[in-house]
């Protein structure tokens, strides 16, 4: 089992930068990729950021590339998504998640983590 637990959500003005932490426990050994997904207008969750927890590979969707970064601090078992020149449009809960496989690829769809934290919201107020 992995446990996930994000922080750092909070409301902040259009412009302004947020950074979000997730902190993984459990069999973190396991962990091939993270996540940031965040939530739509309707039940799916959209990706914002990926990294590969085994190479050098991450993703982004063009909604926020450029404006967030998504990292990791090994020692800490944390992942962080930092977010930059933040826009009304990006308010919502933000989901941090976790993939565990045997195959080791970089997933793209909420439905393929198999981990997922409780949720932060972020407020960006005009």
């Known amino acids: 089992q992995v446990h996930l637990v994000e922080s750092g959500g909070g409301l902040v003005q259009t412009g302004r930068s947020l950074k979000l932490s997730c902190e993984a426990s459990?069999?973190?050994?396991?962990?091939?990729?993270m996540a940031w997904f965040r939530q739509g207008p309707g039940p799916e969750r959209e990706l914002v950021a990926a990294l590969s927890w085994t190479r050098d590979e991450f993703w982004y969707p063009d909604s926020v590339k450029g404006r967030f970064t998504i990292s990791r601090d090994n020692a800490k078992n944390t992942v962080y998504l930092q977010m930059n020149a933040l826009k009304p449009e990006d308010s919502t809960v933000y989901y941090c998640a976790g993939f565990v496989d045997s195959s080791k690829y970089l997933p793209l769809r909420d439905y393929l983590y198999n981990y997922w934290g409780q949720g932060t919201q972020v407020t960006v107020s005009t």
């Open positions: 459990g069999r973190t050994d396991r962990i091939c990729a």
